[in-house]
């Protein structure tokens, strides 16, 4: 009796161990993936029709994460965008210039993950939007958001691929349109990443590949995975804070380099820059004159005299 006792114990021990195995390899199997980590980077190309002239506008930028910032009490991260623009005539008739080349560095969304959905600050409402939804099965239809207006986009198909030791999803999708989409998790969608899904009459961008610390872990298949056009400006290491944050008038900014800017640009959620003014008030304090900025949300482009760039979030209010 004594050794079916210990015998039934043992076999129970067994079980619950496997048990135990069992579902903590789950759970760490069924870990969420960090779709934002330091080093992503996506590679996008644009054509569309320029505004200033009978002329094609073509782009080929790069998308990385630089920084993050606090917005009612939520941690996103910062996108920034840069690469190189450069212009053709649609019809080559004599008397037709277009814009010279030029490259930019400008910001290109907040973003922050919540489990397997992607969440963007509208910087345009100030609200926080659903942007992508990974957690979906074959036949879930598409949540519209802010890149989505089609309501009849469904899962028809999901493989897998890996980005170093995570295993991600590809969802094929149908649409109205009978037009081939799919999503990437934790990348985007095949036609870049906050872009919308559905293309405009005359614009259209494809996500060409996605790289992580250099290793590229998705391409379309058809162009090389190019990270280095434009010039992507070298980041500052600069610990910068600013006072009051929302302001309407000055803004103080605090920090050990001041007297190293050569410049300083509001950018706004459109990417327009404006230059503003400021004056050092000792070795680490410097003013910012904001009246002149609308209402709402911007991106502080500060630039360095070595040519460095820091940027820091503000908010002009009323």
Same mark, same amino acid.
């Given at each position: 009796?004594?050794?079916?006792?210990?015998?039934?114990?043992?076999?129970?021990?067994?079980?619950?161990?496997?048990?135990?195995?069992?579902?903590?390899?789950?759970?760490?199997?069924?870990?969420?993936?960090?779709?934002?980590?330091?080093?992503?980077?996506?590679?996008?190309?644009?054509?569309?029709?320029?505004?200033?002239?009978?002329?094609?506008?073509?782009?080929?930028?790069?998308?990385?994460?630089?920084?993050?910032?606090?917005?009612?009490?939520?941690?996103?991260?910062?996108?920034?965008?840069?690469?190189?623009?450069?212009?053709?005539?649609?019809?080559?008739?004599?008397?037709?210039?277009?814009?010279?080349?030029?490259?930019?560095?400008?910001?290109?969304?907040?973003?922050?993950?919540?489990?397997?959905?992607?969440?963007?600050?509208?910087?345009?409402?100030?609200? /926080? $939007?659903?942007? &992508? %939804?990974?957690?979906?099965?074959?036949? #879930?239809?598409?949540?519209? *958001?802010?890149?989505?207006?089609?309501?009849?986009?469904?899962?028809?198909?999901?493989?897998?691929?890996?980005?170093?030791?995570?295993?991600?999803?590809?969802?094929?999708?149908?649409?109205?349109?009978?037009?081939?989409?799919?999503?990437?998790?934790?990348?985007?969608?095949?036609?870049?990443?906050?872009?919308?899904?559905?293309?405009?009459?005359?614009?259209?961008?494809?996500?060409?590949?996605?790289?992580?610390? /250099? $290793?590229?872990? &998705? %391409?379309?298949?058809?162009?090389?995975? #190019?990270?280095?056009?434009? *010039?992507?400006?070298?980041?500052?290491?600069?610990?910068?804070?600013?006072?009051?944050?929302?302001?309407?008038?000055?803004?103080?900014?605090?920090?050990?380099?001041?007297?190293?800017?050569?410049?300083?640009?509001?950018?706004?959620?459109?990417?327009?820059?404006?230059?503003?003014?400021?004056?050092?008030?000792?070795?680490?304090?410097?003013?910012?004159?904001?009246?002149?900025?609308?209402?709402?949300?911007?991106?502080?482009?500060?630039?360095?005299?070595?040519?460095?760039?820091?940027?820091?979030?503000?908010?002009?209010?009323?």
């Amino acid at each position: 009796m004594y050794v079916r006792s210990v015998k039934s114990m043992f076999m129970k021990s067994i079980v619950l161990v496997v048990m135990v195995l069992f579902f903590s390899g789950k759970m760490v199997l069924g870990q969420t993936p960090n779709y934002l980590a330091d080093g992503s980077k996506w590679r996008i190309n644009s054509v569309g029709l320029s505004l200033t002239a009978p002329c094609w506008t073509q782009g080929k930028y790069v998308v990385e994460i630089v920084g993050d910032s606090v917005i009612g009490g939520l941690t996103y991260k910062h996108l920034i965008y840069h690469g190189v623009m450069s212009e053709s005539p649609i019809n080559p008739l004599p008397g037709v210039i277009c814009n010279a080349d030029y490259t930019f560095s400008n910001l290109y969304g907040y973003v922050r993950q919540v489990g397997k959905k992607v969440y963007s600050y509208d910087l345009i409402n100030s609200v /926080d $939007t659903l942007l &992508y %939804d990974f957690d979906l099965q074959v036949g #879930d239809t598409l949540p519209q *958001t802010i890149i989505n207006s089609d309501t009849a986009i469904t899962v028809t198909a999901i493989t897998n691929f890996q980005v170093g030791n995570e295993t991600r999803s590809v969802f094929e999708l149908s649409t109205n349109l009978g037009i081939a989409e799919k999503w990437m998790e934790g990348i985007g969608h095949n036609k870049g990443l906050l872009g919308h899904m559905q293309p405009f009459e005359f614009f259209e961008s494809d996500l060409i590949c996605y790289s992580r610390n /250099d $290793t590229t872990y &998705y %391409d379309n298949g058809i162009d090389g995975c #190019d990270l280095n056009v434009g *010039t992507m400006e070298l980041q500052a290491n600069i610990d910068l804070k600013a006072y009051p944050n929302p302001s309407t008038d000055f803004v103080t900014i605090y920090s050990d380099r001041l007297s190293e800017i050569q410049s300083i640009k509001a950018i706004d959620v459109n990417g327009k820059q404006q230059e503003l003014t400021f004056a050092l008030l000792a070795k680490n304090e410097a003013q910012l004159n904001v009246k002149n900025l609308a209402t709402g949300n911007f991106f502080l482009r500060i630039k360095l005299k070595n040519g460095q760039i820091a940027f820091l979030q503000l908010v002009k209010g009323n």
